[in-house]
């Protein structure tokens, strides 16, 4: 495994010098994503002055024993960070490896080693409050809340480690206090329902097709969603990660491979 860990490592570095970059300075559009056929993990590692960044691109994964994870602990103890950031909010810090990837996958891992090292630790996203501002004048408030759920269903509904349900009601208890998102649907048999009537055509709602939620696919106004979100998404990334960087910390930051893929060209610039 650690033979392995290591060529991963090396290969994926080796790329992050310039296998997926786009125009200089701006952000890779879906389009050119489209075009793009990248490793994952997907991994920068970007000095400034005394600053550094570590910036891995994972597979999401509940699996403890996956080669991400063991990527990840790896480039996290070659980095020493002084400052973290995760991906999708602010999970619960767990005692074990083990349960902090079974319940929160990569981001619970990288909150464990973070509070195992004494790093300070905080979410890479803007808060659901900020995207719903952004996103709910384009698409509307359902929709919006739409989409944040289809995310954690498609995430949960195959975790063997946990109740489908049980995981659920955590993102409720979330998206229900967050303004702008308060009304329906505000728990799962509301979310069946107001989903198969506002989509009569799709499968039921634990059966959605990958596609559904995928930026790249056209099929209809859902991706066209998760486009813009990522899109606003990936823009916070940037500013935040390149801002303590020209501080002069030394970051490790873990997201999807997908979005440090499109981020790469505008965070090279930001920190050239």
Same mark, same amino acid.
């Given at each position: 495994m650690l033979r392995r860990v290591g060529l991963v490592a090396a290969f994926v570095a080796l790329c992050g010098l310039g296998c997926a970059t786009t125009a200089r300075g701006r952000l890779m559009t879906w389009t050119e994503y489209r075009q793009v056929r990248h490793v994952a993990p997907y991994v920068l590692d970007i000095a400034r002055g005394s600053g550094r960044l570590v910036y891995v691109g994972s597979r999401h994964t509940n699996d403890a024993t996956a080669l991400d994870i063991a990527l990840i602990e790896s480039l996290w103890s070659q980095a020493r960070p002084e400052l973290a950031f995760n991906e999708g909010g602010d999970p619960p810090t767990e005692s074990t490896k083990a349960e902090a990837v079974r319940l929160y996958g990569e981001s619970g891992f990288v909150r464990f080693l973070a509070a195992r090292d004494g790093v300070p630790v905080a979410s890479l996203e803007p808060t659901k409050q900020e995207l719903a501002k952004r996103l709910v004048p384009e698409f509307g408030a359902e929709l919006v809340k739409l989409g944040f759920l289809l995310l954690q269903v498609k995430h949960h509904r195959n975790n063997p480690t946990e109740p489908f349900e049980t995981a659920v009601?955590?993102?409720?208890?979330?998206?229900?206090?967050?303004?702008?998102?308060?009304?329906?649907?505000?728990?799962?048999?509301?979310?069946?329902?107001?989903? !198969? !009537?506002?989509?009569?055509?799709?499968?039921?709602?634990?059966?959605?097709?990958? !596609?559904?939620?995928?930026?790249?696919?056209?099929?209809n106004e859902m991706n066209a969603f998760y486009r813009r979100a990522s899109e606003e998404r990936d823009r916070h990334m940037i500013d935040l990660l390149a801002d303590r960087v020209r501080q002069g910390q030394r970051v490790f930051a873990v997201v999807g491979a997908s979005h440090v893929v499109m981020q790469e060209a505008a965070v090279r610039a930001a920190l050239r």
């Open positions: 009601a955590r993102t409720f208890s979330t998206l229900n206090r967050t303004p702008g998102l308060e009304g329906q649907p505000r728990d799962l048999a509301e979310l069946e329902r107001r989903f !198969a !009537a506002r989509f009569p055509e799709a499968p039921v709602l634990r059966q959605l097709p990958e !596609a559904w939620t995928d930026p790249v696919q056209a099929i």
